[in-house]
């Protein structure tokens, strides 16, 4: 397909695990985000790639979140020893980058993440 | 910072009617982008209009229209003749010049009834 695609749908897990969720974005897409969905906070953003560039962590809550974009398509986020709090659907998007403030972002279907 | 308030937790309209769902926001930016997506219970995010602070006229796009009010930073979405399909979450959200990440608000339900 040519859409935003995230692996796996969902996700259930136990305290303490590792867990890593993937995106891939569309083809040709230089920027990529993540954002995180819950029912307390909303739509927040956590990461953005933009190319080779260093990416923009400051939306991440703790240092048990890292991401990485290989290649400059797919990205991993990974959470380390998952707390029940971290229980939210995960969303990626992608988008180009130009000059202009418009700037559509393509969103992915989103992986639930259930930490029990 | 950036803040996007959106007042309406649910809106129940009826099959037909029209439905203004309300957007205010927050900024010192003067270049600046607002965005409505739609979410369906299916959970992808679909952008549904977009309105850039220096453009004068309202933004529409089929049903969907954004009163603009730059003086009072309102962005509302307005959607004629709503249909059953119209039924989901609706999230504003805002871009200022030079950031990436869009700003969220909390989101509006929207239930269209028979």
């Known amino acids: 397909g040519a859409g935003v695609s995230q692996s796996p749908s969902n996700k259930v897990t136990e305290k303490g695990k590792d867990v890593e969720l993937r995106c891939d974005p569309i083809?040709?897409?230089?920027?990529l985000y993540w954002y995180r969905q819950s029912l307390g906070q909303g739509l927040e953003f956590l990461i953005y790639?933009?190319?080779?560039?260093?990416?923009?962590k400051s939306g991440l809550p703790s240092d048990r979140f890292s991401a990485e974009r290989t290649g400059g398509s797919v990205s991993t986020l990974t959470i380390q020893r998952t707390q029940q709090e971290d229980s939210a659907v995960y969303l990626c998007?992608?988008?180009?980058?130009?000059?202009?403030?418009?700037?559509?972002?393509?969103f992915g279907p989103g992986t639930r993440l259930t930490v029990l | 910072a950036q803040k996007i308030t959106q007042t309406q937790p649910g809106m129940f309209v009826q099959e037909k009617e029209a439905v203004t769902l309300d957007c205010t926001y927050d900024?010192?930016?003067?270049?600046?982008?607002l965005f409505w997506y739609k979410q369906p219970s299916s959970g992808e995010m679909i952008f549904l209009i977009y309105?850039?602070?220096?453009?004068?006229q309202n933004a529409t796009e089929g049903r969907y229209s954004l009163n603009f009010q730059k003086a009072r930073k309102s962005a509302n979405l307005v959607i004629s003749a709503s249909q059953l399909g119209d039924s989901a979450m609706y999230f504003c959200?805002?871009?200022?010049?030079?950031?990436?990440?869009?700003?969220f608000g909390q989101g509006t339900r929207l239930t269209i009834n028979p």
């Open positions: 998007a992608s988008s180009l980058v130009g000059t202009s403030v418009y700037n559509e972002q393509f």
């Open positions: 083809s040709g897409h230089t920027a």
């Open positions: 790639f933009q190319g080779n560039s260093a990416p923009d």
């Open positions: 900024t010192s930016d003067q270049s600046y982008g």
């Open positions: 309105q850039g602070s220096y453009d004068e």
């Open positions: 959200a805002m871009r200022i010049q030079g950031a990436q990440k869009l700003v």
